[in-house]
């Protein structure tokens, strides 16, 4: 069975930088073919996807977010994590990781973590 635990800061200042990690168990991170996802949610956005690191260490993010995300792993820990810098109150959103597998030219979603809500405030 394979988890995925987000942790990181619930609350970040304007123009810092959040930063979150995922934690997995129950697989490694550079299994052949996972592509291990950040996306957020907000009411007012709905579901957003933010970008992923692929099994081989590839990154790619969202076109609207790529100036501002980066997107590292551990492989000794069997994390990834999530940098973006100079958020605004507009970033405030749950956090989720996910495990992404290809499915006719597109990616889904098998596994999820709970979510971390992040709130850009000061």
């Known amino acids: 069975q394979v988890r995925l635990q987000e942790s990181g800061p619930g609350l970040v200042k304007p123009s810092q930088t959040l930063s979150l990690t995922c934690t997995v168990s129950g697989g490694s991170i550079t299994a052949s073919y996972f592509y291990w996802t950040w996306i957020r949610q907000s009411p007012e956005k709905g579901l957003e996807w933010i970008g992923y690191m692929e099994y081989s260490g590839r990154v790619y993010y969202s076109p609207s977010l790529k100036s501002r995300t980066s997107i590292s792993r551990d492989t000794s820990k069997n994390q990834f994590s999530l940098q973006l810098t100079s958020v605004t109150p507009e970033d405030t959103a749950m956090y989720f990781c996910?495990?992404?597998?290809?499915?006719?030219?597109?990616?889904?979603?098998?596994?999820w973590g709970q979510g971390t809500q992040v709130t850009v405030s000061s």
């Open positions: 996910a495990r992404g597998l290809s499915d006719l030219g597109g990616l889904r979603y098998d596994y």
